[in-house]
Nanobody, 124 residues
Framework: QVQLVESGGGLVQAGGSLRLSCVASGRIVSISDMAWYRQVPEKPRESVARIIGDGSTNYADSVKGRFTMSADNAKRTAYLQMNSLKPEDTAVYYC??????????????????WGQGTQVTVSS
């Protein structure tokens, strides 16, 4: 069973910073294409940042220059450093990763997994 667990969310004033973490665990064989998404009520989930296989990162225009995504492959952990936070960054933030894993029966599975989300609230 593969799990992605986010942490680091909370309440912060505008202009402040938060650092989110996402730890992957389970019978993992490979991890690639890790990403952070966010969602507010009644709106579609949107991509915030992504690290692809060659290590390069892509960011949504709304967070460029303020957010930085990184990953520690040895720790199976992705991070999202969020600086100069704005009230419009308020959302539930989700971790997403393309993970190769072994099921209990030994079958190989390769698919995207989601974390449970962590709430980020930025007050004005």
């Amino acid at each position: 069973q593969v799990q992605l667990v986010e942490s680091g969310g909370g309440l912060v004033q505008a202009g402040g910073s938060l650092r989110l973490s996402c730890v992957a665990s389970g019978r993992i064989v490979s991890i690639s294409d890790m990403a952070w998404y966010r969602q507010v009520p009644e709106k579609p989930r949107e991509s915030v940042a992504r690290i692809i296989g060659d290590g390069s990162t892509n960011y949504a225009d709304s967070v460029k220059g303020r957010f930085t995504m990184s990953a520690d492959n040895a720790k199976r952990t992705a991070y999202l450093q969020m600086n100069s936070l704005k009230p419009e960054d308020t959302a539930v933030y989700y971790c997403n990763a393309y993970i190769g894993s072994r099921t209990e029966s030994g079958t190989f599975s390769l698919r995207y997994h989601w974390g449970q989300g962590t709430q980020v609230t930025v007050s004005s």
